[in-house]
Each structure stands twice: as C-alpha cells, then as structure tokens.
C-alpha cells in the first residue's frame, strides 16, 4: 500500500523542456536589446568622438584644457602679437606677494563647453570659452577678471595648447 501510493506522488509529468527554451530566448533577446541600447547611448553621447579623425578623444582633450588653464606658470596671454606669460602680465598692475598664488580656470557650463568643442579641418579640436583669472592668499580670492582662453589639440604633432586673449586683440 504505501509503495502504490509513493509512486504516484513522484511521478513527473512536467513539461520543463518547453520552459527552458523560452527562459533561453528570453534571455538572448534581453542581451540583444541591452546591445542595441548601450550602443545607441554611445552614439548619443555628447562626449563621444572619433579619435582616430581628430588624434584625442573629446574628452581628453576637454581635460587637457582644463589642466592647461590651471597650470598659470606656462599659461601665455596673447598681446599685440606676442606671447606674453599670464603671471608676468599680472605682476605688471601688482606685484604678487609671498604666498600669493595665481589660478585660471574655464567658467562655463559642462554642456556650453561640449557645444563650444568642435573639430579642425584635417584633424583636431578647438575650444574658446572664458577663463576666470584670481590670486588666492591664504582663503582670500581676489578675482581679476575674465580673458576668452582659446585651446587647440594638433593632431599631427599630437599637441594641446592653450592661450589667453586681451579683449578687442
């Protein structure tokens, strides 16, 4: 009696077959559509560039900019024609002093400077944006004023380079 009524109670009359090929299609047609997802958020990415056309990526070259504004020793103001170095060209009105600090950086909106970052002929970037000028002493900061910073990336010589326009020049 009791082995009759075991056997009838472990049967299995599942169909489970049926159930794992659409567990498998489901999951083929969700890593398809993550695919296509991905891959048209990356086309839609503002950042997103063809750095073999233009020898840096968008991005990098974004950086570079930023990392060449802040670095005010070798930042060059262009004056008359020449090349004028930005720390010179401020200690002209007042002198820095002992523990003065100049800073440069690109004030603009991240999505204002993507739009202002655009491509050259044969190869490379350019981007124009303001760069706000300031001495920091200690805490203090003392704004200069706002110089348009003009950035290119070369694509032959694989070089970033960045300088500070006087207006009306």
Same mark, same amino acid.
């Given at each position: ?15 489970g ?24 958020a ?24 930023? $990392? #060449?504004?802040?670095? @005010?020793?070798?930042?060059t103001? =262009? ?5 004028? %170095?930005?720390k010179?060209? &401020? ?20 999505? $204002? #400077?993507?739009?202002? @970052?655009?491509?050259?002929?044969? =190869? ?5 944006? %303001?760069?706000?000028?300031? &001495? ?16 290119t ?7 970033t ?6 207006? =009306?020049?």
């Amino acid at each position: 009696m009791l082995g009759g009524d075991m056997s009838k109670h472990t049967t299995s009359t599942s169909h489970g077959g049926a159930g794992r090929a659409l567990l498998w299609v489901a999951i083929i047609l969700t890593v398809a559509l993550l695919g296509f997802v991905t891959a048209t958020a990356v086309r839609a990415n503002p950042i997103y560039s063809d750095r073999e056309a233009n020898g840096i990526s968008k991005y990098k070259f974004i950086e570079a900019c930023k $990392e #060449i504004a802040e670095d @005010t020793e070798e930042l060059t103001v =262009g004056a008359m024609g020449q090349a004028i %170095p930005l720390k010179t060209l &401020v200690e002209q009105s007042s002198p820095l002093k002992a523990g003065d600090e100049l800073h440069a950086g690109i004030e603009a909106e991240p999505a $204002e #400077i993507i739009k202002a @970052t655009q491509t050259v002929d044969g =190869g490379g970037w350019t981007l124009t944006a %303001p760069a706000t000028i300031a &001495v920091h002493s200690g805490e203090n900061v003392k704004t200069l004023g706002q110089l348009p910073l003009a950035c290119t990336h070369d694509k032959k010589t694989g070089k970033t380079t960045a300088t500070l326009s006087l207006p =009306g020049q």
